[in-house]
């Protein structure tokens, strides 16, 4: 006859629970995490700033020698800082479409999570992308673009 | 049921047969205390999921308010934009080059070209206080920035949940002043 309670069964159970939750709570984490950054990535309004700060700057104009190249103000004629203060700008980037093979580390972690999650299904051959700083939150935003 | 099942079998292969009433209190126990903790993180998650519903309800709402509204300033032209707050409400008139049409900010909703825009989340709200700046660049450009804050029980806690609309042309006389 069976005398007591086997431990062994209880811990197996609540190990397999436990491994089942925590695995729920990790794929929740992930949602809540993408659905922040979504909100901070291409924001309608920062879409609507960034066209108008490349025709502003003429950025299709903006030659560029490598992958990833951040606009210099000086070399605009001044006409960058009002808008950089206008538009809580924090720096504009001219960068190839494709970014998938770039290494983006030392453009800082937003910025390379921020290129991570681009599309690439439109045909152009540049981007402009702008970070928005505000209240010390970081949002980007991009538009591609054909040199003239 | 799976755990008894499981002990079962357990027990066939150990060769026991069947159970002590205290092996299965115990069990009853440990699995009410998890089921009880799963069901008030089940509560708690859709609280959460009504609350990210209206948001993204609202979300989608800005989107395409701000859309609608900057179609317009860029198809039409803005000039300039006239804001008169009331007790209840505050309407800006847009000036576009030939025409004019007028957005309504009251604390709920926003209405524009005949269209309500609500927000659903029980603690937004939009203020009635409208920043608007009209700044003149280099070139004949000029910049218009209104924003329209978005409150969450009282304060405006970020930025990127607020109305921001933005327009920048060129100007064509000298007439177009700041607000």
Redesign the interface.
């Known amino acids: 006859m069976r005398q007591g309670f086997a431990l062994l069964e209880t811990m197996i159970v609540v190990t397999v629970l436990s491994v089942s939750l925590l695995m729920l709570y990790g794929t929740f984490t992930d949602m809540v995490n993408n659905n922040k950054n979504n909100i901070l990535y291409d924001n309608v309004s920062n879409i609507y700033k960034t066209y108008f700060v490349k025709e502003y700057l003429e950025l299709d104009k903006y030659y560029i020698d490598s992958d990833i190249e951040e606009v210099d103000c000086r070399s605009i004629d001044n006409k960058c800082d009002r808008l950089f203060s206008l538009y809580n700008i924090e720096k504009i980037y001219i960068t190839k479409y494709d970014l998938r093979n770039v290494d983006t580390k030392e453009y800082g972690a937003g910025f390379s999570n921020y290129v991570k999650s681009l599309s690439n299904k439109d045909s152009y051959q540049y981007r402009v992308i702008v970070e928005y700083k505000n209240d010390n939150i970081y949002s980007y935003a991009n538009m591609g673009f054909n040199y003239e | 049921m799976i755990?008894f099942i499981?002990?079962q079998i357990?027990?066939l292969i150990m060769n026991?047969?069947?159970?002590?009433i205290?092996?299965i209190l115990?069990?009853l126990v440990?699995?009410s205390i998890?089921v009880l903790l799963?069901i008030r993180?089940i509560l708690a998650?859709e609280g959460i999921n009504n609350s990210?519903d209206y948001a993204s309800s609202d979300?989608i709402g800005?989107?395409t308010l701000?859309?609608n509204i900057?179609k317009d300033l860029m198809d039409k032209q803005l000039v300039k934009a006239d804001i008169q707050k009331e007790d209840k409400q505050t309407k800006i008139v847009l000036n576009f080059r030939d025409s004019k049409k007028t957005l309504i900010v009251e604390s709920k909703k926003i209405v524009y070209d005949g269209l309500d825009y609500s927000l659903e989340s029980n603690n937004a709200s939009y203020s009635l206080d409208i920043n608007y700046?009209y700044?003149k660049?280099?070139?004949n450009?000029y910049?218009i920035?209104i924003d329209i804050l978005v409150l969450i029980g009282g304060v405006n806690t970020?930025?990127?949940d607020?109305?921001?609309?933005?327009?920048?042309g060129l100007e064509e006389n000298s007439d177009n002043n700041t607000n």
Not at chain 2, 16 to 20: D, S
Not at chain 2, 162 to 168: E, P, R, S, V
């Open positions: 755990i499981a002990m357990w027990g026991k047969r069947g159970m002590t205290l092996e115990v069990s440990i699995v998890i799963l993180t998650l990210k979300e800005r989107a701000i859309k900057e700046v700044e660049l280099e070139d450009c910049v920035n970020t930025v990127n607020d109305i921001n609309l933005t327009f920048m």
